[in-house]
């Protein structure tokens, strides 16, 4: 597609339920990143995949933070067992190789009631 | 973990007004790049940088890889009210596997 797609926009969730959220990256990008931001603070780094593995999955706050990617292109990241403190937007970004520019999607804010 | 510092975090601007801010790093950095996010919007990329020394710019915006690959700065000139938002600086250590490490932001807003 023309830009990352985010999906979905929005997510409310029930403490203790999983989720799972998705991401489409540029067409023929290689790299791709999954960042954090809670209300009003910076992004956070979770993970990167170059391709289909993760080099650095070093941000991931907890075990019950997971993600994939198949095929190089999308990216799935799933929150088991939600805690209120996981509320935050959720930005995907990509970039044609690791180093290049890295564009943002939306992102998806989930929110945990 | 790594830490840039990104300065200053917030700022007042009156329309006409050029406009500075800064990241610095104890690391050396292979590529720094400028965004600029709007509420409820991603960030979207402004300036990307790759070797020491370069300036570029985009508009009224300029941006500097500094000479010592541990900093940058980006500069808006003859501020308008739209350029009002957070800007972020990112960049990419040396050496690291690809991660973009991203300062804490410089938030403009309209003097009253």
């Known amino acids: 597609g023309a830009g990352v797609s985010q999906s979905p926009s929005n997510k409310v969730t029930e403490k203790g339920k999983d989720v799972e959220l998705r991401c489409d990256p540029i067409s023929g990008h290689t790299a791709l990143y999954w960042y954090r931001q809670s209300l009003g603070q910076g992004l956070e780094f979770l993970i990167y995949?170059?391709?289909?593995?993760?080099?650095?999955k070093s941000g991931l706050p907890s075990d019950r933070f997971s993600a994939e990617r198949t095929g190089g292109s999308v990216s799935t990241l799933t929150i088991q067992r939600t805690q209120q403190e996981d509320s935050a937007v959720y930005l995907c970004a990509s970039s044609l190789v690791y180093g290049a520019e890295a564009f943002f999607g939306q992102g998806t804010r989930l929110t945990v009631v | 973990g790594q830490q840039l510092n990104q300065s200053p975090q917030s700022m007042f601007i009156q329309e006409g007004e050029d406009v500075s801010m800064n990241c610095t790093s104890s690391s050396i950095f292979n590529t720094w790049l400028w965004y600029k996010q709007d509420p409820g919007e991603g960030p979207v990329l402004l300036i990307a940088l790759y070797k020491a020394g370069e300036l570029t710019s985009n508009g009224r915006l300029t941006a500097q890889f500094g000479t010592t690959r541990k900093d940058s700065f980006l500069n808006i000139s003859a501020s308008i009210p739209s350029d009002v938002g957070i800007y972020f600086c990112?960049?990419?250590?040396?050496?690291?596997?690809?991660?973009?490490?991203f300062g804490k932001g410089t938030k403009l807003s309209v003097k009253p």
């Open positions: 995949f170059q391709g289909n593995s993760a080099p650095d």
């Open positions: 990112a960049g990419q250590l040396r050496g690291s596997q690809g991660n973009l490490i």
